[in-house]
């Protein structure tokens, strides 16, 4: 069983770059890059509060999935 991040799905519906949620979440453009390119092997809850505060996403199942 695997838990991805679906950042860049996410980020494609709302024609939105790494580059401006990176400036919109104040996290730094590799730990998006890595969040979207499932590169992390965990995940920092601060930075997923981050960034689904300003995805504004309210079901989780929008940006996670169990493979």
Same mark, same amino acid.
């Given at each position: 069983?695997?838990? #991805?991040?679906? *950042?860049? %799905? =996410? *980020? !494609? /519906?709302?024609?939105? !770059?790494?580059?401006?949620? /990176?400036?919109? #979440?104040? *996290?730094?453009? #590799? =730990?998006?890059?890595?969040? /979207?390119? @499932?590169?992390?092997? !965990? =995940? @920092?809850?601060?930075? +997923? #509060?981050?960034?689904?505060? /300003?995805?504004? +996403?309210?079901?989780? @199942? %929008? +940006?996670? %999935? =169990?493979?």
């Amino acid at each position: 069983m695997e838990l #991805t991040v679906k *950042l860049k %799905e =996410v *980020l !494609s /519906a709302r024609g939105m !770059s790494q580059i401006e949620l /990176a400036e919109k #979440t104040g *996290l730094t453009r #590799t =730990v998006i890059s890595e969040l /979207a390119t @499932n590169r992390r092997t !965990s =995940v @920092n809850r601060e930075h +997923i #509060t981050k960034v689904i505060q /300003a995805l504004e +996403i309210t079901d989780m @199942n %929008e +940006i996670f %999935e =169990v493979k």
